[in-house]
């Protein structure tokens, strides 16, 4: 079935360094990838998202990646501060309409 | 514009009890869905509906009903509560369906349910 990897589950960085998650997906149809920032006890919220007639799209600090040809893209997180810390989710569209999402990985920024 | 509300916040259940969870939305969108979160797990979709009257399984639909009778309202229903069934559970809506305009999910706040 349908199916979003991501990696890595867990990612510690010192303020200022960069983070970078990356998902893979199955679907080769996909043609929507948001990615969500849920904080500890939040809902998840979307941050950023790319569609697959543009390769690379910026929104200040972050940024996403897509290489539809390996099926695989990438949030970029740079000068992380301590309020990036959370979990964040990517997710791909799936052929039912719905989004299919990864597992999620905790960002933890020390100050 | 309240968004997309869950009720209720907190739930505690018996094993074997029943209890229905309510997702509101008033953002005239037409499609809604269910998902639980669990450690580890990410977000995995039980039910959706793809509009007013329509219902679909998602990844791990066994034990849950689901009914979407008003557009604004979805609706998930637990028959008889299993321990297993202890989660956080998120409605969301989107405008329309993959690959069209307005695709984005907005999440409504959550459900924590508890089953002893």
């Known amino acids: 079935g349908e199916n979003v990897e991501q990696h890595p589950s867990t990612l510690s960085v010192q303020e200022g360094d960069s983070a970078v998650i990356k998902c893979t997906y199955s679907?080769?149809?996909?043609?929507?990838f948001p990615w969500y920032k849920q904080e500890l006890g939040k809902r998840p919220q979307l941050i950023i998202d790319?569609?697959?007639?543009?390769g690379e799209k910026k929104d200040q600090r972050i940024a996403v990646t897509l290489n539809k040809t390996a099926k695989h893209f990438s949030l970029h997180i740079t000068e992380t501060q301590p309020e990036d810390s959370a979990v964040y989710f990517c997710?791909?569209?799936?052929?039912?309409?719905?989004?299919?999402f990864g597992k999620g990985t905790k960002l933890s920024v020390k100050p | 514009n309240a968004g997309v509300t869950q009720t209720p916040k907190f739930r505690v259940l018996k094993t074997g009890q029943s209890m229905t969870l309510l997702c509101a939305q008033d953002?005239?969108?037409?499609?809604m869905y269910w998902y639980r979160q669990d450690p580890g797990m990410g977000l995995r979709l039980i039910h959706y509906s793809v509009g007013e009257g329509t219902t679909a399984k998602g990844e791990v639909p066994d034990g849950y009903n689901v009914s979407r009778l008003k557009k604004q309202n979805f609706l998930l229903g637990l028959e008889s509560a299993a321990p297993s069934q202890t989660s956080v559970y998120f409605c969301a809506s989107s405008l329309t369906g993959r690959g069209q305009t307005g695709y984005g999910y907005t999440f409504g706040s959550g459900t924590r349910l508890t089953v002893v």
């Open positions: 953002m005239n969108h037409e499609y």
């Open positions: 679907d080769s149809a996909s043609n929507y």
């Open positions: 790319i569609r697959s007639n543009v």
């Open positions: 997710a791909a569209g799936g052929s039912q309409g719905n989004l299919i």
